[in-house]
């Protein structure tokens, strides 16, 4: 099993950045891929970036302009640069970890992010 501890989330303006940490624990050394969902209020959850043990990466949408995923895997963990944020980035952001290509088993508790003016 993997357990999933996020932080960095916060209440930011339009245009501003933020940065998410996903830390990883117990056996990590056969997570496939790990990365980051979010959901908006009354809205499905949705992919937003996730990466492969290789390093390759998947991106929900059109956010690969302003969001960039990437990993330290001497630390077991993984980060979501967001750049010129949006009201419509505000959401939940969750992250994930799996065993098997790009599926999700694993969840952590989720971070707040907020944007506004």
């Known amino acids: 099993q993997v357990q999933l501890v996020e932080s960095g989330g916060g209440a930011v303006h339009p245009g501003e950045s933020l940065r998410l940490s996903c830390a990883a624990s117990?056996?990590?050394?056969?997570?496939?891929?790990m990365g980051w969902y979010r959901q908006a209020p009354g809205k499905q959850r949705e992919l937003v970036a996730l990466?492969?043990?290789?390093?390759?990466?998947l991106y929900g949408g059109s956010l690969k302009g302003r969001f960039s995923i990437s990993r330290d895997n001497a630390k077991n963990t993984v980060y979501l640069q967001m750049n010129s944020l949006k009201p419509e980035d505000t959401a939940v952001y969750y992250c994930?970890?799996?065993?098997?290509?790009?599926?999700?088993?694993?969840w952590g508790q989720g971070t707040q992010v907020t944007v506004s003016s």
């Open positions: 990466i492969a043990s290789g390093g390759n990466t």
């Open positions: 117990g056996s990590v050394s056969a997570i496939s891929a």
């Open positions: 994930g970890a799996g065993y098997n290509g790009w599926s999700t088993s694993y």
